[in-house]
């Protein structure tokens, strides 16, 4: 099929199929789909969108159909991106699943872990969570101290994991677990697979200054995991993870571009505007086209860096630089939204939904250069691996 | 659009970069500037320039050029602004040249063009009368006479103004609307002061007292004058942008061969975390400049309807990073970096006077917050 056919028809179906009330942006959190064993959909609307567009593997575009994806090359998967974006169309399904189990367990998995795991993810039957970071192991995660010990087909799970995001809704965890307590700091981790359910796991919400618990603690006693179910071989977790941090990199960089605030309509909602529609004081509108410059620049590496990757020339360390200036431009972007909104955007709640949504936001947003490799390590990888300057 | 080099862009590129490093480098420059060389340029290299088909990059074939378009004569100045080789590429080959390609009749374009494409002349812009630029500051008036015009004001930093033969002059007409005027240098009426800038590059100031010149001097092609002259600017932004990125690419890479050998407390002072988070942080916003920088050019060649806020960003971006990656580089070499002998001060001069030329940083933003329509 040529691609501009692939385009009609993906249109032709999506007009026909993607159903009115997902046709409006996402207003927050509450409008995301996340599924799993738990889920309950904010409208039949949310639900049919995902039966629909999982039906044919569209949760999931360029995964191999046998696993629950759609089959499509990533011409054909930009196009239904496209597509989707000129109808304002929401994403069907978000999670983890889809952006870090998925392609780690595409490249490390056995066929069977594939099968078993990937088209619930693509369905949102299961809902997955990270365990990375530790309470004593977070910028130096190799550092982790949860073991497991083998016991026959088992591994015997003790310890705790920090900032497991939804830790609490979710089904599944994918964590990293010191299993080999004799080998090198790097290469004692294992990636394993573990069911929320198994007794012995518990978690405990956090709560954040935005008010709002995204994250938890995980504790593990004497948790019980099959040995089938750690990913590639006992030893190889901190090389998984290394390759799935890079995918946490992306998604976290994405968001920095498709967030869609604009300092300069807040400062309209405001009404801190001038009867030319000017932002009112000269100043904050400098400050603002100065973020607007910054992230015109960030957005044309975002598509130079596709292209070279397109051609060949790897991403490597380059995602570093991505993730450290769209976080950092993130994080201004919220700022000056609350510089224009003033003393409203001070707001903790109200009458109206997105009441406190402005300040709770801009408070999640601090944590972006910290998640996923602090800004602090991103400057590191970068002068170690691209500016090769030398270790202390 | 494509955000990598084609494999012609990229062949231009690499022997660009041969040729000036072995031809132009910053030792040439150094040698213009210490025999005050009264063109501020070399006029032998301005003739292996046209013999190379540079000065006919933004040129149709027609009238003898190359016409390989906006980005390639973007590339070219990066690598110029790597040796920091001065030359009356910007001035005449791009901004010149594109304002007769857009404004000029085909006699002016047959009369001028074919003389770029050969070096044999050399073409000033002039635009701004004030210290600051602001292309919309334009007291310089252009009024009918008969059958032509007479020419009064002034223009303040006319680049290559001392070595040029004419010069390209934005005024006003009878209707107080910009138009586009050709002078001779040497004509009756108009005066020049040479004016030597911290970069050594040599401007120069122009007065126009009652100069009386031809109706032919007018370029009046273009269906939109306005336009065209924002569309020349626009280029010149792009391409000047282009050489502010070449001088922070430079400036970052010879800043971190530096640190990478100095020695203090016996160890590389590269190894130091301190400067290390300074040193990714500086090549992140290389990175940035780089991609918007191309953004422009690219937009200019492509669509150039649209291109306007992003010539106006990427100077601002360039103008800025220039600045930074140049200031940096002198902190990170120390007290050497203040001497003469060491090249780092000659980029962070060159910064400076690149960043002013056609708008810098603060004006940049400017321009994208009305383009933004907030």
């Known amino acids: ?392 | 659009m494509s955000f990598v080099l084609n494999d012609e862009e990229q062949m231009l590129r690499d022997s660009a970069r041969s040729f000036l490093s072995e031809t132009a480098p910053v030792t040439a420059f150094r040698k213009l500037r210490d025999e005050n060389n009264a063109d501020g340029f070399s006029r032998e290299l301005w003739a292996a320039m046209a013999e190379m088909g540079w000065t006919g990059v933004l040129v149709e074939e027609d009238h003898g050029g190359v016409d390989l378009g906006v980005s390639a004569a973007g590339l070219l100045l990066q690598e110029m602004g790597r040796t920091l080789t001065p030359s009356p590429f910007l001035s005449t080959a791009v901004l010149a040249a594109t304002a007769l390609r857009v404004a000029g009749s085909e006699a002016q374009k047959s009369a001028w063009l074919p003389k770029i494409v050969a070096g044999e002349t050399v073409i000033g812009f002039a635009v701004d009368e004030r210290a600051r630029h602001n292309p919309e500051h334009i007291a310089t008036t252009a009024k009918k006479q008969g059958n032509g015009l007479v020419l009064n004001g002034t223009k303040r930093f006319v680049a290559n103004g001392a070595a040029a033969d004419a010069i390209i002059v934005v005024a006003r007409n009878d209707d107080g609307a910009p138009c586009l005027v050709l002078v001779d240098c040497h004509h009756k009426g108009v005066s020049r002061t040479a004016r030597r800038t911290v970069d050594s590059h040599l401007p120069a100031d122009f007065t126009f007292d009652n100069v009386q010149l031809d109706g032919d001097a007018l370029l009046d092609a273009a269906e939109d004058t306005a336009g065209a002259i924002r569309h020349v600017l626009d280029v010149g932004r792009a391409c000047v942008a282009a050489e502010s990125l070449g001088v922070a690419e430079q400036a970052f890479d010879v800043t971190i061969d530096y640190i990478k050998e100095r020695e203090q407390f016996g160890v590389p002072i590269a190894s130091f975390q301190g400067l290390q988070h300074r040193a990714a942080h500086l090549l992140s916003e290389i990175e940035m400049a780089r991609s918007i920088v191309l953004k422009a050019l690219r937009t200019l060649d492509e669509t150039p309807s649209q291109a306007p806020i992003w010539a106006a960003a990427a100077k601002a971006k360039a103008t800025a990073v220039s600045r930074f990656a140049t200031s940096e580089g002198i902190q990170m070499f120390g007290g050497v970096g203040m001497t003469d002998e060491y090249d780092i001060g000659l980029y962070y001069k060159r910064a400076q006077a690149a960043g002013e030329f056609l708008g810098d940083d603060a004006w940049g933003a400017g321009q994208v917050a009305k383009l933004s329509g907030y």
Not at chain 1, 76 to 104: H, N, T, V
Request: charged share 30%; glycine share 10%; aromatic share 8%.
């Open chain 1, 1 to 392: 099929m040529s691609l501009e056919t692939f385009r009609k028809e993906t249109r032709d179906w999506l007009e026909a199929n993607c159903p009115p009330g997902m046709r409006v942006p996402a207003k927050g959190e509450a409008d995301i789909c996340w599924g799993g064993r738990n889920w309950t959909f904010a409208s039949d609307d949310q639900r049919i969108w995902l039966e629909r567009m999982a039906e044919r593997g569209w949760t999931v575009p360029t995964w191999p159909k046998e696993y629950g994806g759609g089959g499509l090359s990533k011409e054909e998967a930009f196009i239904l991106k496209e597509e989707m974006k000129a109808m304002k169309a929401r994403s069907p399904l978000d999670s983890f699943g889809i952006w870090m189990l998925g392609p780690a367990l595409l490249k490390y998995g056995t066929e069977e872990q594939k099968r078993e795991h990937l088209p619930k993810i693509a369905r949102g039957e299961i809902r997955w969570c990270q365990g990375y970071s530790e309470p004593g192991a977070g910028s130096d995660l190799a550092s982790l101290r949860t073991k497991g010990v083998l016991d026959g087909d088992e591994y015997i799970v003790n310890g705790q994991k920090v900032w497991t995001s939804y830790a609490d809704k979710s089904d599944w965890i994918f964590a990293l677990v010191r299993t080999e307590a004799d080998a090198p700091k790097h290469l004692g981790i294992s990636f394993i697979l573990i069911d929320m359910d198994t007794p012995g796991v518990s978690t405990k919400p956090i709560k954040l200054i935005s008010g709002k618990s995204p994250f938890c603690e995980t504790f593990f006693d004497d948790a019980r995991a099959k040995v089938s179910n750690v990913v590639g071989r006992p030893g190889q977790g901190w090389e998984i993870a290394k390759y799935l941090l890079s995918h946490e990199r992306a998604g976290i960089v994405s968001d920095a571009v498709s967030g869609g605030l604009n300092p300069v309509g807040a400062a309209h909602l405001a009404g801190e505007v001038d009867e030319k529609g000017q932002i009112a004081d000269p100043i904050l509108r400098g400050d603002v086209a100065r973020l607007t410059i910054d992230a015109l620049a960030f957005e044309a590496t975002l598509r130079r860096v596709k292209d070279e990757a397109d051609k060949g020339e790897g991403v490597g360390a380059k995602a570093s630089i991505l993730k450290y200036v769209g976080t950092e431009l993130n994080k201004r972007r919220h700022e000056l939204n609350m510089s224009a909104l003033g003393s409203d955007g001070l707001l903790w709640e109200g009458e109206k939904e997105e009441d406190g949504e402005a300040a709770r936001s801009w408070l999640r947003s601090r944590a972006n250069s910290i998640e996923g490799g602090t800004s602090e390590i991103q400057l590191n990888i970068v002068a170690k691996r691209v500016l090769e300057l030398p270790g202390t």
